[in-house]
């Protein structure tokens, strides 16, 4: 991409478009096309198209979407599933017409079969059966990749796909009723803090085990792939390195400096046993992740505890 390209970043004030956003800047990119909820709904196929014309992105990053943990995959399912399909089908088709040269579609780990070989390789997709507490997502996501590699085979798109796993870092989503595992706990540890309370309950028995990317990471590979990948093969953004959520949870209780006890809630789902990524794909293109867990745990609670407070 060329520094004075034409940039949209759908989403970018999610946890990794704000990421894709400040790395674009950081290297020197200043014709960002940002739009809030307000100013373009994403599930209004006109509006999309109609932005588009107006617009004329040259380069599209699509971080939108509707995310959550188990909680919220399992309260709202149906939105899950409709959302995010309107939101890549809207996007993407709006991409082909208006001759966007390159797309960069953002999906989840999320799309693996549940009991998938472990470090999921991508060639892993569509082999087995999904994790059903979030299904609906993943289905949704799986048809955004599908689309991309359909819309670049009939009609020559450069559109590609990247798997993130588990995502962490400032600007995260710490509702306790619909976040994602990491800041939950960074939000309950927090308060148990802060309230003096004695004890922290966690969902599940801790024994999953889990990969965990910070945003900022993610993001300098999504501009790295964007300048240096062509390809209709999905590509996945990890570390490779594993952790169970017990210890993610010892972790936190010491960066958090909570003196309780953790109580295990055995009668809540675990979701998905382990699932960890296998980078050795974006390993071979020569990128690397460069952010410790510890120290972007400690980075991400810090602001948290500065700017985030409930």
Same mark, same amino acid.
């Given at each position: ?7 949209y ?23 960002l ?21 107006? &617009? ?7 971080? +939108?979407?509707?995310? $959550?943990? *188990? @909680?919220?995959? %399992? ?10 399909i ?11 017409l ?11 780990s ?8 472990q ?11 999904? &994790? ?7 289905? +949704?996501?799986?048809? $955004?990749? *599908? @689309?991309?590699? %359909?819309y ?14 588990n ?21 309950k540890?927090?308060?148990?803090k802060t ?24 993001a ?5 792939l ?17 952790i ?20 295990w ?39 948290y ?6």
């Open positions: 991409m060329n520094k004075d390209a034409k940039i970043i759908a989403g970018h004030r999610g946890l990794v478009g704000s990421a894709i956003v400040r790395a674009l800047q950081k290297q020197g990119y200043s014709n096309i940002l739009k809030t909820h307000a100013e373009l709904d994403l599930l209004d196929q006109k509006s999309v198209g109609v932005f588009f014309e107006k &617009e004329q992105p040259e380069y599209v990053f699509v971080a +939108a979407a509707k995310v $959550g943990g *188990i @909680m919220a995959n %399992s309260t709202y399912p149906a939105d899950f599933i409709y959302q995010n309107l939101i890549e089908a809207n996007v993407i088709q709006a991409a082909y208006h001759k966007v040269k390159k797309l960069l579609f953002l999906g989840t999320c799309i693996y079969p549940r009991l998938a070989p470090p999921t390789k991508e060639e892993h997709l569509l082999t087995g059966a999904l &994790e059903p507490t979030n299904e609906p997502y993943a289905v +949704a996501k799986i048809a $955004g990749i *599908i @689309m991309c590699q %359909s670049n085979r009939q009609y020559g798109t450069n559109f590609i796909s990247v798997m993130p796993t995502v962490y870092g400032p600007h995260d989503n710490f509702d306790l009723q619909d976040s994602h595992v990491l800041p939950a706990l960074i939000r540890f927090h308060d148990a309230q003096n309370r004695h004890e922290v309950v966690l969902w599940g028995t801790g024994n999953p085990e889990r990969e965990f990317l910070h945003t900022d990471d993610l300098d590979a999504c501009l790295f964007m300048d240096k990948y062509n390809d209709s093969g999905i590509v996945n953004i990890g570390t490779g390195i594993g169970s959520i017990r210890e993610l949870a010892d972790m936190l209780k010491s960066i958090s400096g909570f003196a309780g006890e953790i109580v809630d055995t009668t809540k789902p675990d979701g998905t046993p382990k699932k960890l990524l296998d980078v050795q794909k974006l390993h071979s293109l020569g990128w690397k992740h460069s952010i410790d867990l510890e120290k972007g745990l400690r980075e991400t609670y810090a602001w505890d500065a700017y985030a407070k409930p």
